[in-house]
């Protein structure tokens, strides 16, 4: 689960991590008003889930109130295009209006999950302000990462041996050891799957600052933190992502034409890159999970089916815990219920599945049945081609 920029400087600062001062805005007015406040001279900063946002304009300094008035007019509303929004964009809601900082250098701090180690993992760099997969690609040698035992934690000479790596000395080093062990902590307390200051900066008054910070959290550990979801923006998330979310649908639109339902994460993945090899788009990721009712896949296909991008289905179905002729029930009702008269190929195998190869071609739809993954993946696209 994403949060904002301005939320996850909240909680920072509730750890001890020093942030610049800011405020909130939800119109241009309240700019106005949050400049004023920072003295005139201030950074109006767009809030969207996504990084890169200097440069698609969305973060500038301004001189004056009225300045920063004009920018949020242009800002809000706007959808703002990143490297990592995709070309579509992500439209602003919020701006964060902060203090301007002299800043005297710059660093990359971070902490996230290891998949391989399942282990934390503290990154750091001298190379702040900057894409840290741009560094890690020019100068893998800038990058300081240690893997963090569970069991005794995060340890100050731990801390300590990474900010001297960065170069810190005296009282500011000592500064970013206590900050480097605040973050583990909030990490933790917080149930993060990321927690990223970039940059965190020395000003020229000889302060640590976390100029920037990302936040992401654990979806498997919401149900610990009921406030969670009332820190969702619900503004910056697809329609169809939402919806898949109320029936614990795993749910990403991708930009192809392609609706894919799945049964398993690999399976999903596997589905999406033999497509590709036939020279097919996916529209989606789905995971409809093993033990899948028939409700459950029936609500998938009509979320496959809300996307006007799609122009064609493939089921890609294991039937171990989930019975084949269940999932042909869920597709017949669905695609009943939205009058559907795209192409559609199932590929199943396991339990049940003659039953359910013959629920699907005495069904009337527009089906055809894959023999196996290539054989399907070949067919939807040539049914769209």
Known sequence: MNIHEYQAKEILSAFGIPVPRGRVALTSDQVERAAKEMGGRCVVKAQIYAGGRGKGGGVKLVHHPEQAQE???????????????????LRV????????????REFYLSITLDRESSRYCLIASAEGGVEIEEVAQKSPEKIHVLSIDPFTGLRPYQARKIALALGLKG????????????????????????????????????????MDAKINFDDNAMFRHREYPDMLDYSQLDTLEIN?????????????????MVNGAGLAMATLDVLHEFGGEPANFLDVGGG??????????????????????????FGGIMRCDVIAQGIIEAAGEVHCTLPIVVRMDGSKVEEGKQLLLESGLNVQIGENLGDGAERIVKMLG
């Open 93 to 104: 809601r919020r701006i964060l209006v902060e203090e301007a900082v002299e800043i005297a």
């Open 171 to 210: 009282s500011v080093c000592e500064d970013c050891v206590e900050l480097i062990l605040n973050l583990y902590r909030a990490c933790l307390e917080k149930d993060c799957f990321l927690v990223e200051i970039n940059p965190l900066v020395v000003t020229k008054t000889g302060w640590l600052m976390a």
């Open 71 to 89: 920018l949020a007019k242009e800002l809000f509303g706007r959808k703002l295009v990143t490297p990592q929004t995709g070309p579509e964009g």
């Open 244 to 260: 898949a979310g109320k029936y614990d649908l795993s749910y990403i639109k991708l930009q192809g034409n392609i609706g894919c």
């Open 292 to 317: 899948a009712t028939r409700e459950k896949v029936a609500e998938a296909f009509k979320i496959i089916l809300q996307d006007g991008d799609v122009k064609g289905v493939f089921v890609n179905i």
